[in-house]
């Protein structure tokens, strides 16, 4: 008989059924067990990763939240294990060490793992319009009509130097449309974050190459979750 042999086969798919378990397994430290104490999850992703196409693609969304967002929330994870801050949730660690020259790392990579995991839940398919009920009243009196509010939205995403987030924020009755550079968060500023864009490059590039404005404007046209908006308002 000839052939490779029955014992080497069977070796060969023990061999093959382990490599899968530790990749898995692998897959599953880099985004943070769930059930050891000190270590923040990887959230899933609210759809699929070709859902917002063709306004964001699969490649940009595998990219950004498989390689961008998992590497913060990996390292925040080890810088987090064993500190004083090992008890304490994202927004506590964003609010303790928000312009704390000893912990910059720490407030670099626990901020931008909660920076995008909010974003994630601004968009969903099929998303875009116009807001409804309470929260279209508020857009209409705090900025007049939702175009207003969509020209200085896209305008503020636009004139950000570098890096950088563009909110919708809560800001005592009003809402405001303000802009953060690298990592920082409105949570550290006293204001409430609605509605939020990604505007590192990213979060647009394959896409949109240098055109920022354009994808800002379809995230809004198109993805913009208003039912996360509006449900933010009642918190």
Same mark, same amino acid.
């Given at each position: 008989?000839? @052939?490779?042999?029955?014992?080497?086969?069977?070796?060969?798919?023990?061999?093959?059924?382990? /490599?899968?378990?530790?990749?898995?397994?692998?897959?599953?430290?880099?985004?943070?067990?769930?059930?050891?104490?000190? !270590?923040?999850?990887?959230?899933?992703?609210?759809?699929?990763?070709?859902? =917002?196409?063709?306004?964001?693609?699969?490649?940009?969304?595998?990219?950004?939240?498989?390689?961008?967002?998992?590497?913060?929330?990996?390292?925040?994870?080890?810088?987090?294990?064993?500190?004083?801050?090992?008890?304490?949730?994202?927004?506590?660690?964003?609010? !303790?060490?928000?312009?704390?020259?000893?912990?910059?790392?720490?407030?670099?990579?626990?901020?931008?793992?909660?920076?995008?995991?909010? /974003?994630?839940?601004?968009?969903?398919? @099929?998303?875009?319009?116009?807001?409804?009920?309470? =929260?279209?009243?508020?857009?209409?009196?705090? /900025?007049?009509? =939702?175009? +207003?509010?969509?020209?200085?939205?896209?305008?503020?995403?636009?004139? *950000?130097?570098?890096?950088?987030?563009?909110?919708?924020?809560?800001?005592?009755?009003?809402?405001?449309?303000?802009?953060?550079?690298?990592?920082?968060?409105?949570?550290?500023?006293?204001?409430?974050? +609605? /509605?939020?864009?990604? +505007?590192?490059?990213?979060?647009?590039?394959?896409?949109? *190459?240098?055109?920022?404005?354009?994808?800002?404007?379809? +995230?809004?046209?198109?993805?913009?979750?208003?039912?996360?908006?509006?449900? *933010? =308002?009642? *918190?």
């Amino acid at each position: 008989m000839t @052939g490779y042999p029955v014992n080497r086969v069977k070796d060969s798919r023990k061999a093959a059924s382990l /490599f899968a378990v530790i990749c898995l397994a692998a897959m599953i430290a880099q985004c943070g067990p769930a059930d050891e104490k000190g !270590l923040f999850v990887l959230e899933p992703l609210p759809y699929a990763e070709d859902a =917002l196409q063709p306004y964001i693609s699969a490649e940009t969304i595998s990219f950004h939240y498989g390689r961008h967002h998992a590497g913060y929330v990996k390292m925040a994870n080890s810088l987090v294990k064993g500190s004083v801050f090992e008890d304490n949730s994202f927004e506590e660690i964003i609010k !303790l060490t928000s312009g704390k020259k000893g912990h910059v790392p720490i407030f670099n990579n626990v901020a931008q793992a909660w920076n995008h995991a909010f /974003f994630w839940k601004c968009m969903k398919p @099929g998303g875009g319009g116009s807001p409804k009920g309470k =929260l279209a009243k508020k857009v209409k009196d705090s /900025f007049g009509s =939702l175009d +207003v509010f969509k020209e200085e939205f896209i305008t503020t995403a636009n004139s *950000q130097f570098g890096s950088g987030w563009t909110w919708l924020v809560l800001d005592g009755d009003k809402l405001k449309v303000v802009k953060t550079s690298n990592a920082d968060t409105p949570l550290t500023h006293g204001l409430k974050p +609605v /509605f939020a864009v990604d +505007v590192w490059e990213h979060a647009y590039y394959l896409d949109y *190459q240098n055109r920022r404005a354009d994808f800002v404007e379809k +995230v809004l046209d198109h993805l913009a979750n208003w039912d996360f908006v509006a449900s *933010q =308002l009642e *918190q």
